[in-house]
């Protein structure tokens, strides 16, 4: 097969509902930028503010495509772009928390995310929960190649924790990619997992007054928490029942928890990283992307999330396959 009919074979293989969760992500990134100009332009927010929404929502236009674009790709490109997050993370979570990677350590996590990275593209479940112990056991191993005692739980709880969290939860995102719904099942979590943390910083800062985790996450409220659960599940209901009408998926009755847990699950993830930047006394893991800190800074819900949702949707397809027609 050549390039050309490799292209269209991929673009027969692109369910048009993917199309439209990605202009929906388009309109909202565009909605944004004119809500922001707006509300400066009538002197609501300040200058410093302005400057901070103009950056993200910049981040945004270049996250975005990057996001999709795999997807729409297929497993290959679903399997690449989660080895290449883990990587990306593991390495930030790594270097924030001070432990030097040595060039055996990284061959042990990569070994890791390339037994993830098989998995998805192989559809293949054991081999995901496989790559936990994989990294444990080399870690372990060739740890003791130095001989040097000192700091080896510490490399080793680091390293593991690390691998779980970047690359393990995550690999979650990539069998919802892989199975269910030709990954439109993803591309709709990754979209309503993000507008989570929107609604979240819009309704804190409209009627936040109650803190919700000061030690942790200053800026969070409960007010905050309860506008994300409200308009997130509302969100979910009214897409998932377009989506996917007439299939096991689309019935309020599923739509209302998974939207309930998803936003629950989504600000655990958040409240998760902010533990760890809290506990190493930092703002952001890193600086890799202006306006929303690293690449883990910015995928906290999406990472804690996965596994959450793929666990509740494959219980759920136990009772009863969720995208076979209803009868």
Not at 101 to 116: K, N, Q, Y
Not at 161 to 188: D, E, Q, S, V
Request: hydrophobic share 50%.
């Amino acid at each position: 097969m050549n390039a050309s009919e490799w292209m269209a074979s991929a673009a027969e293989s692109i369910d048009p509902r993917q199309l439209w969760i990605a202009g929906i992500a388009c309109a909202a990134i565009a909605l944004g930028w004119v809500v922001s100009a707006t509300l400066h332009r009538l002197g609501t927010t300040s200058d410093k503010m302005h400057r901070e929404l103009m950056l993200r929502l910049r981040t945004w236009a270049i996250i975005t495509p990057a996001t999709v674009i795999p997807i729409l790709i297929g497993p290959a490109g679903i399997a690449c772009a989660i080895v290449i997050l883990g990587w990306v993370c593991f390495r930030e979570l790594s270097r924030a928390c001070g432990v030097d990677a040595d060039p055996v350590r990284s061959l042990c996590v990569i070994a890791g995310l390339a037994t993830i990275g098989i998995a998805i593209l192989r559809h293949d479940h054991r081999l995901l929960l496989l790559s936990a112990p994989v990294v444990a056991v080399l870690t372990a191993a060739t740890a003791l190649l130095k001989d040097r005692p000192e700091g080896y739980l510490r490399q080793l709880a680091v390293t593991n924790l690390g691998f779980m969290l970047c690359g393990l939860w995550p690999g979650h995102l990539g069998f919802l990619g892989t199975g269910y719904a030709n990954a439109t099942i993803a591309l709709w979590f990754i979209l309503s997992i993000e507008l989570n943390d929107v609604f979240a910083f819009v309704s804190g800062k409209a009627f936040g007054r109650t803190k919700l985790c000061p030690h942790t996450s200053p800026g969070k409220t409960r007010e905050g928490l309860l506008g994300a659960i409200l308009l997130t599940t509302g969100f979910v209901v009214l897409s998932g029942h377009l989506l996917f009408h007439g299939q096991g998926l689309g019935r309020i009755a599923i739509l209302v928890p998974l939207g309930v847990v998803l936003s629950l699950s989504g600000t655990i993830g958040d409240l998760v990283v902010s533990s760890i930047k809290r506990d190493l006394h930092l703002k952001d893991l890193s600086h890799s992307l202006p306006g929303h800190g690293g690449m883990l800074d910015r995928c906290d819900s999406l990472i804690f999330a996965s596994p959450v949702i793929a666990i509740t949707l494959a219980m759920l397809d136990s009772f009863g396959p969720l995208t076979n027609p209803l009868p």
